[in-house]
């Protein structure tokens, strides 16, 4: 059984770190380069970075932050936000990305998660889910950072995604999102009962029982966590602690 894996998720505007609650009223955090470092100097696994605004203005602009990243962080970064076409991709993976996170664009157009896991395999292809509750055990995948309806099933999204040639999947719950009251554990064990691919927990980490409740009752393959990191709200040598106390395997840095 693989290790579950620590990931720092940083939500980035403009040339700030922001954070909000369920993707809505965002406060400047501050530096996103100093904290990628922290993080990394503290023994995170995996950094994800997310452009807030980027479906908003048709474009990504992280490349000089991936750059620097890649320069002064040794772990694997993945980028999302704005992600539309395969020259994107190339331009994110030349300035250091490992894997892109895609959206809005796949949604519009699900053939692009084909394009990109042909082009750059399907290990860079990371399919990015927001989603929010509609009913008991059904969740709809929105786009714009939690911002706009797309009508379509979550959990059968993620099950198509798989289909077409993703990777892994990261699923955020858009309920759940800067609450620190815990993850979406029956969403995510919807969605790893679903597919066979690696699944990414994002949205709600608050305490270390509630990344054991997600790995361990809902399966997924790793956490991303903000709020608790951002704000020194928790250790990662206290999360670890608690994980590997629960009986789930974490890398030892």
């Not at 894997?99 to 990015?128: D, H, W, Y």
């Not at 379509?152 to 620190?180: M, P």
């Not at 206290?238 to 974490?250: D, F, K, P, S, T």
Request: charged residues 25%.
């Amino acid at each position: 059984m693989p290790n579950l894996r620590l990931i720092a998720r940083l939500d980035i505007k403009g040339p700030n770190l922001i954070k909000g609650v369920n993707l809505e009223g965002v406060r400047v955090v501050g530096d996103p380069q100093a904290h990628a470092r922290r993080y990394y100097e503290e023994g995170i696994d995996e950094l994800v970075y997310i452009d807030a605004v980027a479906s908003l203005y048709n474009r990504n602009s992280l490349t000089e932050i991936v750059r620097y990243t890649a320069e002064n962080v040794f772990v694997p970064v993945t980028v999302g936000g704005g992600v539309r076409s395969l020259d994107d991709v190339e331009k994110l993976l030349r300035s250091g990305a490992d894997k892109v996170a895609i959206n809005t664009a796949a949604i519009r157009r699900p053939g692009l998660v084909t394009e990109v896991s042909r082009r750059f395999g399907s290990q860079c292809m990371v399919l990015s889910i927001e989603a929010k509750r509609v009913g008991p055990g059904r969740w709809e995948a929105y786009t714009d950072n939690g911002r706009e309806k797309t009508g379509v099933d979550a959990v059968e999204w993620a099950r198509r995604g798989a289909g077409l040639g993703a990777g892994e999947i990261l699923v955020t719950s858009v309920d759940q999102e800067g609450t620190r009251k815990g993850f979406d554990v029956t969403l995510v064990k919807a969605i790893t009962s679903a597919i066979d691919l690696p699944v990414i927990a994002s949205g709600g980490m608050g305490a270390p029982e509630h990344l054991v409740a997600v790995a361990g009752d809902g399966g997924a393959d790793a956490v991303a966590m903000a709020d608790v990191l951002h704000y020194k709200r928790l250790g990662l040598g206290e999360i670890r602690a608690a994980a590997r106390a629960a009986g789930l395997r974490v890398r030892m840095p």
